[in-house]
């Protein structure tokens, strides 16, 4: 049998059965792995596998791709010297990234919901769907 390396001897195994949370990759920027410890702490950690790692990887660097780009447009304008910011173009594909890779990973309300629970969810709190829908149309 071969030996256990000091790691592996000194980490403790989870007694509840629970999955570990995903940790942030060592080489990503500060701003995507403070991004990264926000979406795995609000989640269960079940939420996310290991094979999971390279889409929650590019969406946090695209998270803090949008969040550098909305903070130079905010400081410089979205037009300087009579042309187009760059940081437009940097917006605008950050946040394309973004709205995908929040689908694929579930993050996003849409992804979250299924559709046979919604109804459900709808009918515990105690109004017919069709209160809602009569209550929209009336609003037009």
């Not at 060592?26 to 094979?51: C, N, Q, V, Y």
């Not at 889409?55 to 187009?84: F, I």
Request: proline letters at 7%; aromatic letters at 4%; a positive charge.
């Amino acid at each position: 049998m071969p030996r256990k390396s000091v790691s592996a001897l000194t980490t403790i195994a989870r007694v509840d059965g629970r999955p570990d949370r995903l940790a942030a990759p060592g080489d990503m920027s500060p701003e995507a792995a403070r991004i990264w410890r926000s979406i795995t702490k609000s989640l269960p950690a079940e939420h996310f596998r290991a094979s999971d790692a390279p889409l929650l990887r590019s969406y946090c660097e695209s998270t803090a791709s949008a969040d550098r780009a909305a903070h130079e447009l905010a400081t410089n304008g979205h037009v300087t010297g009579g042309k187009a910011s760059p940081w437009n173009v940097v917006s605008e594909k950050a946040i394309r990234a973004q709205v995908s890779l929040s689908l694929r990973l579930r993050l996003c309300p849409s992804a979250r919901t299924d559709p046979k629970s919604a109804g459900r969810e709808r009918a515990s709190v105690g109004r017919p769907l069709e209160w809602d829908l009569n209550d929209d149309q009336e609003n037009y």
